[in-house]
């Protein structure tokens, strides 16, 4: 079998699951092998994600393991089969791979979550004011580098308006609010964004003033997918050298308390709509 270049996040996680499974059955790479009638190079190739491999397999892993976890054996068993390649290979060799995997990650997770307190969410963004991010970012981008992540990040708010759309879920800090990218008229065209899209039954997007003063997780930025079982849940941070995807469950239930405590504190839907409101008329 030949080695897969570049696999994608979701071919990666699928593989971190299998080693997941074998070291929690305490088996080596060569016990585990010996269990499946393989050799161990092909055990580490496929939990690198060097190799693909089918739900057939999957199952045998599973059983090898000792897993009895129908929902999470059937959802790893569906990573394997459903290999889409979605709109955003347009942009390979474009744009950093990191962008792909966060167009991946969004397009197969079941819900969102997300807090901002610097930046409204990309999925939230109108045109000019992606693009005034893009042209204030350091190192700078080139013009077409510009265009072509501008592009991207308006392509990936597509999940919103899809047939039966995820949830989606944005606390977003009053500073990000008042950054006014591209000048007030951005601004109020931003403000007005946010205020037709929290009108879409899956979207809600609550606040958190200035008025809060301290609040549990300030200055975070936290992206959270939910996966088809609560296992596969991953996070997606912002980081200087790109996008970073995190998902070993106790950082998974650190980000779960995070939210619980946001949700606690931030303003109800219908005070983050009118404080949005108010905002936009300061403008």
């Known amino acids: 079998m030949a080695a897969k270049p570049d696999p994608t996040a979701r071919r990666v996680r699928l593989g971190v699951e299998l080693r997941r499974l074998r070291e929690r059955a305490r088996?080596?790479?060569?016990?585990a092998a010996e269990l499946l009638g393989t050799r161990p190079g092909q055990i580490s190739n496929i939990e690198t994600a060097r190799f693909g491999v089918g739900g057939d397999r999957v199952r045998a892993m599973a059983v090898a393991y000792g897993c009895r976890d129908e929902p999470f054996v059937s959802a790893l068993v569906d990573m394997t089969q459903d290999r889409t390649r979605g709109w955003w290979e347009e942009y390979r060799g474009v744009l950093p791979a990191g962008l792909l995997d966060l167009s991946e990650f969004e397009h197969y997770a079941t819900?969102?979550?997300?807090?901002h307190t610097a930046h409204i969410p990309g999925l939230l963004q109108t045109v000019e004011h992606a693009r005034e991010i893009y042209r204030q970012a350091v190192p700078s981008f080139s013009p077409p580098d510009v265009e072509h992540r501008v592009s991207h990040r308006?392509?990936?708010q597509a999940v919103l308006y899809r047939e039966n759309p995820a949830?989606?879920?944005?606390?977003?800090?009053e500073a990000a609010l008042r950054m006014q990218f591209g000048g007030p008229d951005v601004a109020r065209a931003q403000m007005?964004?946010?205020?037709t899209l929290g009108e879409m039954p899956h979207v809600t997007i609550r606040v958190i003033p200035f008025a809060l003063g301290s609040f549990?997780?300030?200055?975070q930025t936290a992206y959270y997918g939910y996966g088809p079982v609560p296992p596969l849940d991953t996070v997606q941070l912002d980081q200087a050298h790109g996008v970073a995807f995190i998902d070993a469950e106790t950082q998974l239930n650190q980000y779960r308390l995070l939210f619980e405590r946001l949700d606690s504190v931030a303003l109800t839907e219908t005070a983050s709509r009118d404080y949005i409101h108010s905002i936009a008329q300061q403008l």
């Open 27 to 31: 088996l080596t790479s060569t016990a």
């Open 167 to 173: 949830p989606y879920r944005a606390i977003i800090h």
């Open 154 to 156: 308006i392509k990936r």
């Open 111 to 115: 819900g969102f979550r997300t807090v």
């Open 192 to 195: 007005r964004q946010l205020l």
């Open 216 to 219: 549990p997780g300030s200055g």
